[in-house]
């Protein structure tokens, strides 16, 4: 949970001062070490779950801010986006039924929030990244109404100089341009906590970094971005993107991003890694000053702040509590969903697994390089559970055969020496295996079920969110999940989805230089009706129909249409929708202004198109289902 007290300037004087407070910090920091001051034992664990709000038609909601103020539970806080909300568990005593009370207080959290969520009117989902999410959503219009994210916002963009931009490559492109930071609030997440003693933190850092790999290939849950099959988990790459600060520079020069695995092992002390981020990250949030002390015990408030905006996937924490301090490693690789049984069935093999190896890995450093500890962190955000790793000693393994032929009995044994009670051990990692086992995934559930509905709905996103949604109210893992059936919905239903869910995304366009003999050739080639015409920025200037064309050659003489250009014929009074218009009111608007199709206009740009056609197959889809429709 981020630090939301901010202060109100982040100009030069503000941030000068400010860093002057977080170099003092460090130096408190290093005294507590010295001294021996930073608690030591018992061990703790603690999570943070994020997740995402939809309306009745399955997408995004912005009740976020109506929730917090009806529930008013501190365990409850706002995220960037007024769709996500985060609950945080309080800290649980690592041993015995510690991971059974640990999916309770989950539960109970949830249960919390779905009832004040249904009074709100909408719907909880967890999932790493909603299917129903569009561009549209990701604008400053639904961020939380937070001072904190608006500096953040700010200072990130001026840092950055210009817009965000995304590129992600899978089965599918993502490319595109973005003004603002609200890309990351399309990410939720399940980060779990580990308390650890100050002088057994650097080899169980590094050992928690060595487990990243096996443990997310195994999780993941966020397969798609906008409409595109990217990675297994796309989180990774859209979170490291969406709140990137750098510049082009030298191209010889290294600039690290603010989301990051590292760069290099941790030697000796928790002090390494702040200081490195230190030296590399500008501040980019003030705060007012505080109460330099709780009791007698430093807040080092200034250096929590500046850890909250810089984000690595494994991130070291300082914090007080019961007077006394303590450190902590927080695991922010994990995806949310897809049900809290899965969740905390994560927790349990991550834990184990740094128990289990720190019992057999004496030092990691000496066994693997950190470039490929690194290296396996991504190819298990790109390909899953078919993640090509390299282990310990040079052991090349694919992430299954891993996890299956030995992690998972380091796991078991950790979980052992940690004092967990064994049943409850069991129960978690049974979870692990029988979901590697059968490659059950959360993504692998969700791209199998998008290819079933895509077969029956060009864009089956709500349907798919949909099936989530039904199938996490029993808490069952997700490899226990059957494959969603195609709904048959009533046309009264259809109609009040927006048009966004209908459109057609994969467009043909020409520009209105080009010669009517491209026109002509493309609609022949794909037997399509309405062309759109746009401008180099992608902003629709004008559409040519199959009529446009009919009365361009039906002149009795007419210039050769090699000779012609667009601009000549092309429609340049248009009719146009944004994406959140509902069908009824589309075919309503359609029928008024006589036109035959419906381009979809988001910023002045294109994102999308409509037509006759559209409308009455969806309403041979809920007259006579699929069948009737000639539709597998």
């Known amino acids: 949970m981020g630090t939301q007290s901010v202060g109100d300037s982040v100009d030069a004087s503000a941030l000068r001062r400010f860093t002057g407070r977080l170099l003092a910090d460090l130096d408190r920091l290093e005294r507590l070490l010295e001294d021996g001051a930073?608690?030591?034992g018992p061990t703790r664990i603690g999570a943070e779950l994020e997740l995402f709000l939809v309306?009745?038609?399955?997408?995004?909601?912005?009740t976020g801010p109506a929730i917090l103020s009806s529930i008013a539970d501190p365990r409850v806080t706002a995220e960037l986006g007024a769709f996500n909300l985060e609950v945080n568990t309080e800290p649980i005593p690592l041993g015995g039924g510690c991971l059974g009370a640990l999916e309770s207080r989950i539960l109970e959290l949830l249960a919390t929030v779905r009832v004040a969520a249904e009074?709100?009117?909408?719907?909880?989902v967890l999932v790493g990244?909603?299917?129903?999410?569009?561009?549209?959503?990701?604008?400053?219009?639904?961020?939380?109404?937070?001072?904190?994210?608006?500096?953040?916002?700010?200072?990130?963009?001026?840092?950055?100089?210009?817009?965000?931009?995304?590129?992600?490559?899978?089965?599918?492109?993502?490319?595109?341009?973005?003004?603002?930071?609200?890309?990351?609030?399309?990410?939720?997440?399940?980060?779990?906590?580990?308390?650890?003693?100050?002088?057994r933190f650097a080899r169980v850092y590094n050992l928690g970094l060595l487990a990243l790999a096996p443990l997310l290939a195994g999780a993941t849950n966020s397969p798609?971005?906008?409409?595109?099959?990217?990675?297994?988990?796309?989180?990774?790459?859209?979170?490291?993107?969406?709140?990137?600060?750098?510049?082009?520079?030298?191209?010889?020069?290294?600039?690290?991003p603010r989301v990051d695995f590292g760069t290099a092992w941790v030697d000796e002390s928790v002090l390494e890694i702040y200081r490195e981020d230190v030296a590399r990250f500008r501040a980019v949030l003030t705060a007012d000053p505080e109460p330099e002390c709780e009791g007698d015990v430093p807040r080092l408030a200034a250096l929590q702040l500046f850890n909250s905006t810089v984000y690595r996937w494994l991130r070291p924490c300082y914090g007080v509590a019961n007077g006394r301090a303590h450190l902590r490693i927080e695991n922010r690789a994990l995806p949310a969903g897809p049900t809290p049984r899965d969740q905390v069935a994560n927790a349990a093999f991550w834990y184990g697994l740094l128990f289990g190896l720190e019992e057999t890995v004496e030092d990691p450093r000496a066994r693997i390089e950190f470039d490929d500890v690194r290296g396996n962190f991504f190819s298990a955000a790109r390909f899953g559970l078919e993640a090509p790793l390299t282990w310990l000693d040079g052991r090349q393994e694919h992430a299954r055969d891993l996890i299956?032929?030995?992690?998972?009995?380091?796991?078991?044994?950790?979980?052992?020496?940690?004092?967990?009670?064994?049943?409850?051990a069991s129960l978690y990692l049974n979870v692990i295996a029988e979901r590697t086992a059968s490659r059950r995934t959360g993504s692998e559930w969700l791209l199998r079920a998008l290819g079933r509905l895509r077969g029956y709905d060009a864009t089956p996103w709500a349907r798919l969110t949909h099936g989530i949604l039904e199938r996490q109210r029993d808490n069952r893992p997700v490899h226990e999940w059957d494959d969603p059936e195609v709904p048959r919905r009533s046309i009264t239903e259809r109609l009040q989805r927006p048009l966004g869910a209908h459109m057609r995304r994969d467009l043909v366009t020409v520009r209105a230089t080009d010669p009517v003999a491209l026109a002509i050739r493309l609609m022949r080639w794909r037997r399509i009706r309405h062309l759109p015409v746009e401008d180099d920025d992608q902003r629709l200037v004008g559409l040519v129909t199959r009529s446009t064309l009919f009365r361009f050659l039906s002149r009795t003489e007419h210039p050769s249409p090699d000779d012609v250009a667009i601009s000549e014929i092309m429609q340049d009074e248009l009719v146009t929708a944004p994406a959140a218009l509902p069908v009824a009111d589309a075919i309503r608007l359609m029928r008024e202004r006589g036109v035959s199709s419906l381009p979809i206009v988001e910023g002045g740009r294109l994102v999308g198109l409509v037509t006759e056609r559209d409308f009455l197959t969806l309403a041979a889809e809920g007259l006579l289902g699929p069948e009737g429709t000639g539709k597998d």
Not at 132 to 161: F, I, K, Q
């Open 55 to 62: 309306d009745d038609h399955l997408q995004p909601s912005d």
């Open 119 to 124: 009074e709100a009117g909408s719907k909880v």
């Open 38 to 40: 930073i608690e030591k």
């Open 224 to 256: 798609v971005l906008f409409g595109r099959r990217l990675w297994r988990e796309t989180r990774i790459a859209l979170f490291q993107q969406s709140v990137d600060t750098r510049r082009p520079g030298p191209e010889h020069r290294v600039f690290t």
């Open 129 to 199: 990244i909603l299917p129903t999410l569009e561009p549209r959503h990701a604008t400053l219009a639904h961020m939380s109404p937070s001072d904190r994210y608006v500096r953040l916002n700010e200072a990130m963009t001026a840092l950055r100089g210009g817009p965000h931009r995304v590129f992600i490559k899978g089965v599918d492109e993502l490319n595109l341009v973005h003004d603002s930071v609200m890309l990351e609030a399309c990410n939720t997440s399940f980060q779990i906590h580990l308390q650890v003693d100050p002088d």
């Open 404 to 424: 299956l032929d030995g992690l998972l009995e380091v796991a078991a044994r950790g979980l052992e020496r940690a004092g967990v009670d064994e049943g409850e």
